[in-house]
């Protein structure tokens, strides 16, 4: 490999690496404002949460967006909550299993920006 397409290489792992959101602390709230969203676009928040843990969640966009929050198994995507179009929604969701959850924000034709707060709180 010469030195240009190793360093163009390098440079597409930091980017990527810091696109990262740091770990959801327990009792710590993540407060995200105007996350931009192209047409058709979709983004996520992913939270690692323990059987039992509790995720606060909030949402508002400008736009109506599709809303879900789903985890891998295997191949598949298994969404316990889904929301149809809306611009926002507030719950708690309770992990039943020890996973990675990810909250996922998909815009529709006109675009949006959404304001969403995430907070986790350990099993009783």
């Known amino acids: ?6 360093s163009a290489a390098l440079a597409l792992v930091a980017a990527a690496a810091g696109c990262a959101q740091p770990p959801l602390t327990l009792d710590t709230p993540r407060a995200v404002s105007a996350m931009p969203l192209t047409p058709y676009e ?8 323990a059987a039992g843990d509790r995720l606060e969640y909030r949402f508002e966009a400008s736009e109506p967006v599709l809303f879900e929050i789903r985890y891998r198994e295997g191949f598949a995507n ?7 179009p809306s611009r926002g929604d507030a719950g708690v969701f309770v992990a039943a ?3 990675d959850y990810c909250l996922v924000w998909e815009a529709g034709a006109a675009g949006a920006l959404v304001d969403y707060r995430l907070r986790r709180r350990a099993a009783p």
């Open 97 to 99: 299993l020890p996973r």
């Open 78 to 84: 298994i969404a316990p909550i889904t929301r149809e």
């Open 1 to 6: 490999m010469t030195a240009r397409p190793r």
């Open 42 to 49: 979709s983004r996520e928040d992913c939270v690692r949460l």
